[in-house]
Structure formats: structure tokens, C-alpha cells
């Protein structure tokens, strides 16, 4: 009964093309990100930063971006692990190089590193696609993480082979590094979430988001009316990348602190981002997060109520989240390809008819 | 060069906008178009009809910049066309819709006629991203412009409709208006009317009537029926295995004996 757009009309073309035309949607924005923003840091703990919060925000980026160029512009790829890495070792060559430099800086710096990067690996996407490209984006996974495992110059040759984030500041205050606090580290993951999140969702619907759906839709026909093909594709890779690169970034300087290559950033992280991306909702940029929050928190739930609750063994409940997981693909690409965002949409235009559903 | 015609019905036609010169065009052994030409004047609907396989459609792929002819030259304003991408001639001012519905499935009407106005927009990456300035402005501008085009074709009721939910019918018109938002100074049209109902068809011929009358857009149509291309058209090509067998008004060509037998007979059962 409360959900409602009667009289609530949108009288100028900017306000119905607003990320949220309904009154009721952008409060309810206006309050996550407020509590998000304003309440959060003062009751975060260790705990929750590392188990939740910090693994959401950072895999939230990492979806939007590859749903930038999956899900909105149809050019599939498996190498998001690889381009993470990109983003990390070009953060912690910064972070070495340049010790003055602001951490958000180094931050986006190496976006714009991973999007180079993308840009190249994006090319066989001008003459491949589907499951060819898959197979070429395989391929630059693999190649990535061999060329952080193998170059020296990459981990400024410590004998570990790891590279080690040191302690960077933001106003004085430790983002990096083992004297960070809990509240500092969310806070500057959550300022990088939200601003992709936004300029995703600018992007995606402005003209290049058209020209990126339109050549996911039918290349064809996205020619025929004016899209330069080469153009559109690679600049959704390096988009992509983009934010790929920034999360991969936050990933080893704020959540785990010291990566191993092969660990950090193995075909698995590819494949977790595209099933957050899958499970989320393809072309949805709520949907990446809802897959992210899922992906998340299934396995914690998982454990909480299979180990610590029922007392079955931690390795069974470890083989179970892959079988859920697995399932939930299979049920997700077969029965609702656009994710749980498409069933969050469902909801709504039940509730918004509810309870006269005719 | 001359400078163009009076219509029967008064209206003007002007100079020559668009000219096939002795285009061939052949896939492997398949010989599609053999040596033809032709002219479109501005402000002209011109129709190229022919029986199934005639090569139709390969005309207005090779007009469209989507095939390229082994021989001949297409003329666009006067000048020879140097070889360009298809992407390329839609920004020179030609729109196109296609035999089988090229629409974009994934997204709303509004977003498939909002693509036909990509060509007009200009701001860049960074003033998207941060939806400011020049980007908002020109959404707002080119949207406005899109619903000039949509309130045009009376598909106001189903703007935010996704269009692989809607029937065949309105799927061609949509097609139309993404064509029309593009603002072309040159329409091709493959069959607007194929697989439609006579109402239908009579909705489509006005609005192809109302478009050539209100934005003096020149059209180039491809049709299967006669009857529609004898009411709508100024001039008519009539093709058959490739060749060109009439080329005139609807009058001179309802007269020629060579495409009497080509075409009208068969199609007059
Ligand atoms: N892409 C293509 N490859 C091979 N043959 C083609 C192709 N397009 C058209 N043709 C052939 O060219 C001839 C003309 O086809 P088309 O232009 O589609 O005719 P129409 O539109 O008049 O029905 C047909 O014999 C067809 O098989
Ligand atoms: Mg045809």
C-alpha cells in the first residue's frame, strides 16, 4: 500500500530520466547512504569490516565493472582476476615509488593503469566474440598472473615474492597498512564504492550506455545507426577496467594487505566476480551490488548456521557453499538471466499494483 | 544538371541527392545486382519493387554503405562516396530500417529511439560520467526531440515498453522512429509494410506520406506490393534478377510492357 507512484509524475524530461523517478526509491537511497555514511563507521568492528563489509564494497566495484562490459555491453570475459592484479601491483608501484603521494591518488591512478591494460586485452574483442573472446580474456588471466609472478620489477624484488601495502594516510589518518582502523578502511572503501556506483549508473544512461547495450543488442544494427563498433568495445573495456583496477586496488592495499599473485588473484576471482555479476542481474547496476551482498554473506551465513549452530564440520559446510553456489547459477542463468535485480523489480511491480493485482 | 520536377500532386522535387552508377554487385557465382542506375531527387519518395530475389535489399545494403559493389560508384550530394564503414554513412545523413526487424530487444522504446539520435551527441566521457553541463543539457534536448518523434507515430503508450515485448506491427513502426529520430536527409525503407494487416499497412503509408510531407525527408523504399507503391511513390525502379527492367513513374510503369510481364503479371493472379 505505501509503495506508490500514483501522483507522483515526473513533469520534466530530466526528472524521469533520474536514477530514481520514484519519490519513495530516492528517499530510501537517501537513507542507506546516510546510515552507510553516518552511523556504520561509529559501530564497525574488526569483525564486520573483514568478514562483510570491506569484501562487499570492494567486490561491489569489481562487478560493476565487469557488468559495464558484460552485462551492458555484451563482450563476455573471464580475465577480471588478472585485471585486479593489474590493479593492485600498479597501486603498490605507486605506493613504493611515490611515498607522498595521497592514497586516493594511488588509487586512481591505478584504474587508469588497468584501464590501459583492458584496452589492450579488450582488442581480439573487434574481431571475436562470445565464446572466443571468453577463451582470449582466459588467456590474459593467465598471462597476467605469470607476468606478476615472474617479473621481479613488479614486487620490487622481496624475497617473499608478495608484495606488502605500507602505511599510507588520508588526513592524517591510516588507510593502509597494520595501524588502520576499521572505521578508516570502510570509509575509504565505501567513498570509492559509491562514486563508481554513480558514475556507472551516469554512463549507463547517457549515449555511451546506449551505444554499449545497442552493440550488446545487435552490432549490426548499432552500426546502422551511427555506432563506431571498435570505439563502443573499447571503451567499455577500459571502463571496466577502470573500476576493475580500483577494486583490485582497495583489494590488496586495504582488505588483505600483502597479496601472493596466484592466490590473490587466480581464475577463481574471475570466476566469483561473473557469478556475482550473473546472480546479480546482467545490465543491472544494482544488481552487482545484490550479487556482491549474496556472494558475501552466503558463505558467513554458511558457516555460522552449518559450523557454529548444527556442528557440522567446517570442510563439509566448505564443499556445501560450492554445491549452493553452483546450483544457484544453474537455476539463475536457466530461469532468470537477469539476476536478482530483475526478481527485486518483480517484487516491486507486485507491490506497487498490491492489493488490486488487475 | 537539371533542377528537378513538379509531382502530380504540386509538390516540388529538387536536385539529385543520391546516384547509382552502373552498380554491380555479386556473391561468388550469385550475380545480385547486374549494372544498374538510378537516381533519387530530393524530397522524392522513390520505390524499388521487383519480384522475390530480385536484389532489392542488396541495393539498399550497397546504398546503406553495408555491402560494397564489385563495380560502379554510389554519388551522395554530387560527389563519388569514397569507400566508407556503415557507421560512417549513417553520421552522412542515412537512416535505414531493415526486412526482418532490427531492433534492439534488451531495451525500452524510448532507449531504441533515443539510439537514433547518438549521432547528434557530442559531450564526452568525463561530462557523462559526472552527468553535468553539456551531457544533461543535450539529454534533455535530444529526449525532447525523441518524444517530438514518438507523439509523430502514436507509440506514446508503450515509451517505456521493452520491445521484445511487442507485436510484430508496432515493432516496425518503433523501427521507423529510430530511423526518424536520426533526423536523415536520406530514409531507405526494406518492406515497411511486410507482414502487416491492411490496417497496419494503411497506418505505415500515411505515416511514410506524413513524414516525407512534414520533414521533406527523401525516402527510398523497397516494396513487395504494388498497390501501396503505385499510392505512395513519385518514381519507381523495378528490378528482376538483378536487372533493371523499368524505371519511371507509377503511370509509365503500370504501362511497360517488359515489367508487365515480369511482375505484374504474376503478382495480378
Ligand atoms: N549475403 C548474401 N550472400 C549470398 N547471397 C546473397 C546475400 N544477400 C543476397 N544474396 C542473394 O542475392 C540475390 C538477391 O537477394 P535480395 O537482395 O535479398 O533480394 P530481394 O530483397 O529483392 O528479395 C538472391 O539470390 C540472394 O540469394
Ligand atoms: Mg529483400
Known sequence: MFYREAGDFSTTYPEDSQTFPIKFDRYRYYVVLAFAFLVVPFIINDYWANAILLPFLIYAIAAIGLNILTGYCGQVSLGTGGFMAVGAYSCYKFMTAFPDLSMFINVLLAGVVTAAVGVLFGLPSLRIKGFYLAVATLAAQFFLVWLFNRVPWFYNYSASGQINAPERTVLGVAVTGPNTSAWAAYLFCLVFCVASAIVARNLTRGSIGRKWMAIRDMDIAAEIIGVNPMKAKLTAFAISSFFVGISGALFFALYLGAVEVGEAFSIQKSFLILFMVIIGGLGSIFGSFAGAAFLVVLPVAMKIVGADMLGMPTDIVAHLQLVVVGALIIVFLILEPHGIAQLWRLAKEKLRLWPFPH | ?269
Open chain 2, 1 to 269: 544538371m537539371d533542377e528537378g520536377y513538379t509531382t502530380t500532386d504540386g509538390r516540388k522535387i529538387g536536385g539529385v541527392v543520391m546516384e547509382m552508377k552502373n552498380i554491380t554487385l555479386r556473391f561468388g557465382g550469385v550475380v545480385a545486382i547486374k549494372d544498374i542506375s538510378f537516381d533519387i531527387r530530393e524530397g522524392e519518395i522513390r520505390a524499388i519493387i521487383g519480384p522475390n530475389g530480385a536484389g532489392k535489399s542488396s541495393m539498399l545494403n550497397v546504398m546503406s554503405g553495408f555491402y560494397v559493389p564489385q563495380e560502379g560508384e554510389v554519388w551522395f550530394h554530387g560527389k563519388p562516396r569514397p569507400q566508407m564503414k556503415p557507421y560512417q554513412v549513417a553520421q552522412q545523413g542515412i537512416a535505414r530500417t531493415f526486412q526482418n526487424i532490427a531492433l534492439f530487444e534488451g531495451m525500452s522504446v524510448l532507449d531504441n529511439v533515443m539510439t537514433g539520435r547518438l549521432t547528434q551527441m557530442k559531450s564526452g566521457l568525463f561530462a557523462q560520467a559526472i552527468w553535468k553541463g553539456k551531457a544533461e543539457a543535450e539529454e534533455t534536448e535530444n529526449r525532447e526531440f525523441a518524444e517530438k518523434i514518438i507523439d509523430f507515430l502514436e507509440i506514446q503508450a508503450i515509451r517505456k515498453t521493452p520491445v521484445a515485448r511487442l507485436p510484430y506491427g508496432l515493432k516496425k513502426r518503433v523501427e521507423l522512429a529510430r530511423a526518424l529520430a536520426a533526423e536523415p536527409k536520406l530514409l531507405l525503407l526494406d518492406e515497411p509494410m511486410a507482414g502487416m494487416n491492411v490496417e497496419e499497412k494503411e497506418d505505415m503509408s500515411r505515416f511514410i506520406l506524413d513524414v516525407n510531407d512534414e520533414f521533406g525527408t527523401t525516402i527510398a523504399l523497397i516494396e513487395h506490393d504494388m498497390g501501396v507503391v503505385m499510392d505512395l511513390s513519385d518514381r519507381v525502379v523495378v528490378m528482376d534478377y538483378g536487372q533493371k527492367i523499368g524505371d519511371g513513374t507509377p503511370d509509365d510503369i503500370r504501362n511497360n510492357q517488359a515489367v508487365i510481364d515480369a511482375y505484374l503479371g504474376v503478382s495480378h493472379d
